[in-house]
């Protein structure tokens, strides 16, 4: 029998946290700031952008939503940047992911300030999560599911450890925040090209999915007892529904809720601690950067 992971309130719980933190930054004459730029249509960044948006107001966060058209060029897109860099109303910037084709990604994020960059996806703040250094910041998703992990009383010392998925949004820095010191997971990456995927996760205690493939993980990959946490986030069409599709995650849930001793939903798992985690790391940035 399985535990639900509740993300959606571990997350309220987070935000009260950022409550109380605004109103402190507020009495020492500190409003921080967000500004989100999201180019493009994309219909799922759209709704994440809306999301993240209501939150600030929600928390006294003072938010800049910025949507540029598909054709906005690369270096109409860096001029944003660099304005917002400039801005002492903003503490924190993100450029929301994927833009448009034409954009070389890598490139704007390298443009962001990095004492602004709470996404935590600049190479600055990259080799602060390698080097354990706290006045990084640390990418929002991955941030969430050890937040989770914690309020689940998950053991992870000397636990083993299986991620799937090498992202520098999801799976990579999952991995180094699970290997850390006071942390001390044994940590396993597992990709595309691994050789028995099934085998491998099977061994994991704490087994964490961010692949982006709908319903992957099967009950025959889950441990009898282990911590499984779906970062996935999926869409799949649903006629059933008014939207015309449901979400679901990497994992195909209520089979292996069946064997792990405690699991994440999708919705209301990873995705609002991602959010959550974004309003905490927008926090940290505008009391450091004062
Ligand atoms: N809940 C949240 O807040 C968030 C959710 N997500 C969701 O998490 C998922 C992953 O996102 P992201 O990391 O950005 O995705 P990417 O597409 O960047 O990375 C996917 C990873 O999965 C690996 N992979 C792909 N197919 C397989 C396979 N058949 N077997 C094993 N590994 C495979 C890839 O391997 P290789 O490197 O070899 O190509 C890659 O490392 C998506 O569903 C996304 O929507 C993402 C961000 C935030
Ligand atoms: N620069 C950048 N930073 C990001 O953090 C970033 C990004 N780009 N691009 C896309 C991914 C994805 N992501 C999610 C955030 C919230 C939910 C979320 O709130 N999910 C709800 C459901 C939302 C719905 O109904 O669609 C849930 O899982 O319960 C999901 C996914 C942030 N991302």
């Not at 054709?71 to 860099?85: I, M, S």
């Not at 080799?127 to 998703?141: I, N, R, S, Y």
């Not at 992870?156 to 949004?169: E, F, H, P």
């Not at 979400?247 to 959010?275: F, N, Q, R």
């Amino acid at each position: 029998m399985s535990k639900v992971i509740d993300g959606k309130a571990v997350a309220a719980a987070v935000l009260e946290e950022c409550r109380t933190e605004v109103e402190s930054l507020k009495a020492d004459g500190i409003t921080p700031g967000l500004a989100v730029v999201l180019v493009g249509e994309d219909p799922a960044s759209q709704v994440y952008v809306g999301s993240k948006v209501r939150t600030c107001g929600d928390l006294g966060i003072y938010s800049r939503k910025i949507e540029l058209p598909t054709e906005t060029t690369q270096e109409e897109l860096l001029k944003v940047v660099a304005d917002l860099n400039a801005d002492p109303a903003i503490h924190g910037i993100l450029v929301q992911s994927p833009p448009p084709k034409h954009i070389d990604e890598e490139a704007v994020v390298r443009a962001l300030d990095p004492r602004k960059d709470v996404d935590g996806f600049h190479p600055e703040n990259v080799a602060k999560l390698a080097l354990e250094d706290p006045t990084g910041f640390v990418p929002c998703t991955p941030a969430g599911c050890m937040r989770l992990l914690k309020e689940a009383g998950v053991e992870t010392s000397g636990a083993n450890a299986v991620v799937i998925g090498r992202s520098m949004i999801v799976g990579k820095p999952m991995a180094l925040l699970l290997m850390a010191r006071g942390v001390d997971a044994t940590v396993t990456v597992a990709h595309s090209r691994s050789k028995d995927l099934a085998g491998i996760c099977r061994e994991a205690d704490i087994l964490v999915a961010a692949v982006g493939r709908p319903e992957m993980v099967k009950a025959d990959w889950v441990k009898e007892g282990a911590v499984v946490i779906d970062v996935g986030i999926n869409r799949v069409d649903d006629a059933s529904k008014k939207r015309g599709y449901r979400l679901t995650g990497d994992v195909a849930y209520e089979e292996c809720a069946e064997k792990a001793s405690a699991i994440t939903p999708v919705p209301g798992g990873v995705g609002p601690m991602t959010i959550a985690m974004l309003m905490k790391n927008t926090l940290q940035s505008a009391r450091q950067l004062g």
